[in-house]
């Protein structure tokens, strides 16, 4: 889908708000060499650390001056440890969980920061998986710190990571039924009344494309 | 088992007799449990304790005095923001993104706007000025929180002096940011494009005037806790992390530089343009409380000298724009603070309602639409008073996000509670809790 102008009046012409809210999903295809900084440095060592890495690294996208790099799950902790141990990515800032319901049989991402102090460098590691089949390796080996943020993803999208030490819900009552920020779970609320007008719940305002 | 006790019911479990005790008298308890060779007791802490800086919950288990597990239970004061910030459009968001490190709202809402520019492309358009007045209240921020973590920090080993000050220096920061946004904490101050308005008249001196005071202020706590003996033995040795923990928990912040390690994005992956700034970073090789909190003390004169350099910068650009040029995000009327708390711009109203209607219907479509992101995902990542603060925003295109997520130093941090307190006495969990210096606020979200 393209868009043109600004508020994306495009197609019917319906500038309401009424229409309906169109999602699209991320772009897909990967980037093409060089990557440019020291993102090409990094693609070059993994090669050369991991002999599996064109079976492993699915997609190599930079976008913003960000690297991104889509990996199996199956390879998920192998490549991990060689980023951790060979590439010196100490630091692993956490799992943030996002769900694409249109992506078909790869609807739920998780998305890990990763940060080496030694040589000042981020990059970021996709797993993609299918809503029927939400398992992911867990990390908790590699970079202990990813423990709570497993059990937060886990709790708000429902990715059940393998070999998690104790994947309980930390954030939502341990009785809570569904995940809360997948998108087929409603936001919910009550319309609010003030001075005689009445205000909608945010989820059924009007939305803008 | 002689007679019931309300207070103390014990159960059999597979691991023996379980005893549950919600109050009353302990003598009854302490009968029974004589009769039994375990002395394993488990507390629960919180989550409304005075001493667990807010709503934490910490589960221990205790022979003696001696803690040997610690689990904590996080979740109380969860409002579900990620989840709401994807019904409202960009700039609503920092509304809510104000409201979850309630201590260190400006790094919230720069971290979340940082991002949003990035995804625009926009990051080299927004104004030096705005970025200078960005700078400024970051590090006022830092003051006020750091002084909230000192002072409850104290207030809860038992040092109440300590409190009265880091709050008397914290009410300083507080009517600045009174006067600069028009609020004292949840500014929303912060916008994407640049700030939601410029200084007002007569602030660079105000500012100047507090930061001659807070400096002189802040002596009064050093003398009370620098070498204080009874400080020492309460904070020297307590709550050990060092480097090789703090890496793998993915700790930063003040707890990461107590192992020694310079580790401040501020001077490494500067933002804001804080590479202009001369300062330095504070470091500790301890890895103990009173390590975190001759940092934290430090890091206070450090913070006044960028305020400072920012206070030059601001004088030089007196009348720059401090919103980006591009009509399609800037916010149409340039507000400002009215004597009745509330803004308005009688000319912009004047324009709208009187000159042009497509003014007006600008106005209409960006305050009730908002603008529109490009498709994509960034992480931006800021040195908030307790570490790494990173944002992670997915967009689809829209006028609003399509994910976010808020990697929140509170919420990491948090698991070295464990690693630091197990193996000592109970009273020293306090402490080392306290120099994490979690915000549950910023912890559940």
Not at chain 1, 78 to 98: H, N, P, Q, W, Y
Not at chain 1, 114 to 130: D, K, Q, Y
Not at chain 2, 184 to 189: D, E, G, L, Q, V
């Amino acid at each position: 889908m393209t868009d043109s102008g600004m508020f994306g009046a495009s197609g019917t012409g319906d500038t309401s708000g009424y229409g309906g809210l169109v999602r699209a999903p991320a772009a897909t295809g990967s980037s093409q060499r060089p990557y440019g900084g020291y993102f090409d440095d990094i693609a070059d060592d993994l090669e050369r650390a991991y002999p599996e890495f064109s079976l492993a690294i699915e997609r190599v996208i930079v976008d913003r001056g960000e690297l991104t790099l889509h990996v199996k799950r199956e390879k998920l902790v192998e490549v991990a440890m060689i980023l951790r141990d060979t590439l010196k990515f100490e630091m692993c800032m956490g799992v943030s969980g996002v769900h694409y319901p249109e992506n078909t049989d790869r609807e739920l991402v998780a998305v890990y920061p990763l940060l080496s102090m030694t040589n000042n460098r981020r990059i970021r590691l996709e797993v993609s998986v299918a809503d029927s089949d939400a398992h992911i390796p867990s990390l908790v080996e590699v970079w202990a710190g990813n423990n709570w943020h497993e059990r937060e993803t886990f709790d708000m999208f429902g990715i059940i990571f393998d070999g998690h030490p104790g994947l309980t819900r930390i954030l939502m009552p341990d009785d809570w039924a569904g995940h809360p920020q997948r998108k087929d779970y409603a936001l919910g609320g009550i319309p609010v009344e003030y001075k005689g007008a009445t205000t909608p719940p945010p989820n059924e305002r009007r939305s803008y494309k | 088992m002689t007679t019931f006790d309300p207070y103390a019911p014990s159960r059999e479990t597979t691991e023996g007799t379980v005893f549950s005790v919600t109050g009353g008298d302990w003598d009854a308890l302490v009968q029974e449990i004589g009769s039994t060779k375990e002395e394993r007791v488990v507390v629960n802490m919180g989550p409304q304790h005075p001493s667990t800086h807010g709503v934490l919950r910490l589960i221990l288990e205790l022979e003696g005095e001696t803690v040997t597990e610690v689990r904590c239970g996080v979740g109380y004061l969860h409002t579900g923001i990620e989840k709401n910030m994807e019904y409202r459009n960009w700039t609503q968001g920092t509304t809510f993104v104000t409201r979850m490190d309630y201590l260190g709202p400006i790094f919230n809402e720069t971290a979340y706007c940082l991002a949003i520019e990035k995804l625009l492309g926009i990051t080299n358009d927004v104004p030096e000025r705005a970025s200078v007045i960005r700078v400024m209240m970051m590090e006022l921020n830092r003051i006020s929180s750091h002084m909230v973590a000192l002072g409850t920090g104290a207030l809860e080993l038992g040092a109440i002096t300590p409190m009265f000050f880091a709050f008397r220096e914290r009410e300083i920061v507080l009517d600045l940011f009174e006067m600069i946004s028009g609020l004292r904490m949840n500014m929303a101050y912060i916008r994407p494009g640049g700030v939601q308005q410029d200084l007002p008249e007569g602030a660079i001196p105000k500012i100047r005037e507090a930061v001659k005071l807070m400096r002189k202020n802040f002596k009064d706590n050093t003398t009370l806790l620098v070498g204080n003996s009874i400080w020492l033995k309460r904070t020297q040795g307590i709550g050990y992390l060092d480097l090789a923990g703090a890496t793998t928990l993915g700790i930063t912040g003040p707890v990461l530089r107590s192992t020694g390690l310079p580790w401040d994005l501020r001077k490494v992956q500067p933002y804001c343009g804080y590479e202009n700034y001369n300062f330095d970073v504070i470091t500790a090789d301890t890895c103990d409380v009173y390590g975190r909190f001759l940092i934290r003390m430090n890091e206070l004169e450090q913070s006044l000298r960028i305020i400072e350099q920012a206070l030059d910068k601001l004088e030089v650009l007196e009348g720059a724009p401090v919103m980006v040029a591009d009509k399609k995000i800037a916010w149409p009327a340039q507000l400002a603070l009215g004597s009745d708390g509330l803004g308005n711009s009688l000319n912009h109203i004047r324009e709208i309602m009187g000159t042009s209607m497509e003014s007006l219907i600008h106005h209409f479509k960006l305050v009730t639409e908002g603008f529109h992101v490009p498709a994509g995902q960034v992480y931006q990542a800021v040195e908030s008073p307790r570490g790494e603060l990173g944002a992670h925003v997915v967009s689809d295109g829209g006028t609003r996000p399509y994910r976010m997520h808020f990697r929140e130093p509170s919420f990491n941090n948090l698991q070295a509670t464990s690693a630091m307190s197990e193996g000592g006495m109970i009273a020293d969990i306090i402490g080392a809790v306290a120099s994490i210096d979690p915000v549950m606020g910023g912890v559940d979200r």
